[in-house]
């Protein structure tokens, strides 16, 4: 029981409180993106933390497009991001909402605090009030409007709002305190007007909520008991309280709905941020936002990521108040961890040399029946042909190898995966001295893999049948950024890694993995784990994704977070 205690993360320690002392009888939380871009791995942190906590709680998620700002906002995301809050397993069951939906109630809370006196229609300009607004260490002046009447308040906003007011000519002001020391305290601007078409409502409006003052109403509208919220929203809870109290949701500092904010998730290596993903996009360097060396949501996905891995990922970052970057490799560690068991080990030769078995009869086909995945036996067991000609990995072979080289070479017996042992005679090559041939011999007696007598070999090798291979495209990939090298070039721009993607059309896979569909991943024996790419797999011919390889530098952390 003590360690379970601690072990809860601050957010559930909070909420368990307010359930105690009955500050709440239900938990109702929810994910608020903008649809203004693609969700990405910060997101999904987001979205797993907050459906979690409800259902650990037996609450309940919403998930509420905040879609106040009609400039960047698109139907096309809000389709997507739909689409990555599902497929991540958050179930906002029939609790889908659009902030849009509320805009009346918002004009109306407007008008509430004017009648209350606690707010007016300033006329100075967006520079004017950055003016009086003063900095961290003087206070910000008396807006000249302030002391307007509540009746000419009430005028001017319905001005404001029948289009009688041009763009940044009036705002609407929370009349707080000009000299509080928390500068989102000093009469922040509340409504806008701004003459564009949203893509919910259309021209139905010309002003706009803002954010700070929107999303506590938003908020407290659905039953929000607790708003999670990242880090840089941690000054503007005072104005959330405030607008929540003033309008009569919230009771006292206890109640609900209350802002609570954590850390963001950073990775290192990647590109996180909406808009430098957007700008990575809109220059073409990536093939759109699921481009796999992304962190959207819809890249991971692409890539062969799991929800399993992504919720094991999250849980292993866990929840902080302090900024810190994750170790790429923690994501990956992840997604191997995942695939491990439960996926087949398949043959796949990136970097094909034909072999050729000299004492093997002609013609042949042996099926050999191999494990799909020998540590779980439940994946069953599958043919694969074998014959006189093979291909395998260029560098499975050397002529003159150094020290320590396990693999072919000439006078050195290996094991072929599952098949045979065989014994490297010689090699032709062309004019260049590339390897075009290699020659062996097989020994019938090692069927199987293992040999009678009891003799070891010290490698063992992967293969495809030459006559059975199937010729497929590989994508390989490494981050678009490195850390090590610096992010950014000294004009500002990303410093891009020109080895992020190498495109191999060579390679040769065994027959089964032509079948591979869309978003099927397999375990490549000793190349990694690869996923058939939805875009660009067509029927019977597969373009595979390497999700990740084998090796990885990432140690579970004995503490983690
Ligand atoms: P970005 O900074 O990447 O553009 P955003 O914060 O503008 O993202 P929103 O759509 O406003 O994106 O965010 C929706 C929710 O996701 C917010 O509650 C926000 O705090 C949370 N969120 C955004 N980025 C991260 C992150 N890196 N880690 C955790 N939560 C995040
Ligand atoms: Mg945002």
């Keep these: ?91 906002w069951e029939d609790h889908i909402f659009y902030a849009s939906d509320y805009f009346d109630q918002m004009y109306e ?10 707010a007016y229609v300033s006329d100075l300009s967006a520079e004017e009030i950055r003016e009086y607004r003063g900095t961290l260490t003087e206070p910000g002046k008396e807006d000249p409007y302030s002391t307007r009447s509540v009746e000419e308040n009430l005028t001017l906003f319905q001005e404001m709002k029948d289009g009688k007011c041009e763009d940044g000519s009036r705002v609407l002001r929370a009349r707080i305190d000009m000299a509080s020391s928390n500068i989102n305290m000093r009469d922040p601007v509340i409504y806008r007007v701004a003459h564009m078409t949203h893509h ?38 005072p104005l959330y309280d ?42 073409h360097i990536v093939d759109g936002w699921d481009d796999p060396r992304l962190v959207s949501i819809a890249a991971l996905r692409r890539r062969g990521y799991t929800p399993e891995s992504i919720q094991k990922f999250v849980d292993l970052c866990g929840v902080s108040k302090a900024n810190s970057s994750v170790d790429y490799a923690m994501l990956e560690y992840c997604i191997r961890e995942d695939l491990k068991m439960k996926r087949p080990r398949m043959m796949a030769v990136l970097d094909p040399v034909r072999v050729v078995i000299d004492n093997y009869p002609k013609g042949q086909t042996e099926e050999l029946e191999v494990d799909n995945n020998l540590e779980n036996p439940e994946l069953g067991r599958r043919k ?17 190898p150094p020290k320590k080289y396990f693999r072919m070479f000439p006078g050195n017996e290996v094991r072929l995966m599952n098949a045979y042992f065989v014994k490297c005679v010689g090699c032709e090559k062309d004019e260049n001295g590339k390897v075009t041939l290699i020659h062996c011999t097989y020994d019938p007696a090692s069927r199987g893999g293992n040999s009678p007598d009891g003799r070891k070999v010290k490698g063992t ?20 950024i490195d850390e090590e090298l610096g992010v950014y070039n000294e004009d500002g721009s990303l410093n891009l ?46 373009v595979f994704n390497r999700i990740v390889s084998l090796k990885s530098s990432f140690k579970l952390p004995v503490n983690p977070a």
């Excluded at 495809?464 to 981050?479: D, F, Q």
């Design 109 to 118: 809370a407007a008008i509430k605090l004017i009648k209350k006196g606690k």
């Design 461 to 480: 090798i992967h293969w495809v049948s030459a006559e059975h291979a199937k010729r497929v495209t590989v994508r390989l990939y490494e981050n678009l």
């Design 242 to 283: 405030w607008v929540v109290t003033e309008l009569g949701y919230k009771k006292g500092p206890e109640e609900t709905p209350k802002q609570i904010e954590f850390a963001k998730l950073y990775l290192t290596n990647v590109v996180t941020g909406k808009r430098y993903i957007k700008r990575l996009v809109e220059e």
């Design 200 to 237: 919910r409502t259309g021209d139905k409006w010309c002003i706009y909520p803002m954010y700070d003052f929107a999303h506590p109403i938003e908020d407290a509208i659905e039953g929000i008991t607790h708003s999670i919220c990242t880090l840089e929203f941690e000054d503007h809870r």
């Design 1 to 91: 029981m003590e360690n379970e205690a601690v072990s809860k993360n601050f957010i559930e320690q909070i909420i368990e409180k307010d359930l105690e002392e009955g500050h709440c009888e239900k938990v109702v939380t929810r994910f608020p993106p903008e649809p203004n871009g693609y969700l990405h791995i910060g997101h999904a942190k987001s979205i797993l933390l907050n459906s979690g906590l409800a259902k650990k709680y037996g609450g309940q998620f919403n998930l509420r497009f905040d879609d106040t700002n009609p400039t960047k906002e698109k139907n096309e995301f809000v389709e997507s991001i739909k689409e990555d809050v599902k497929w991540l397993g958050a179930d």
């Design 384 to 400: 694969v042909p074998f014959t006189r000609e093979l291909f395998i990995e260029r560098e499975d072979f050397m002529e003159e």
């Design 497 to 542: 890694n020109p080895n992020s993607l190498t495109v191999l059309t060579d390679s040769v896979v065994e027959p089964a993995l032509a079948e591979a569909k869309p978003y099927e991943s397999f375990q490549f024996v000793r190349q990694g784990f690869f996923c058939a790419d939805y875009k660009d797999s067509k029927p019977g011919e597969p």
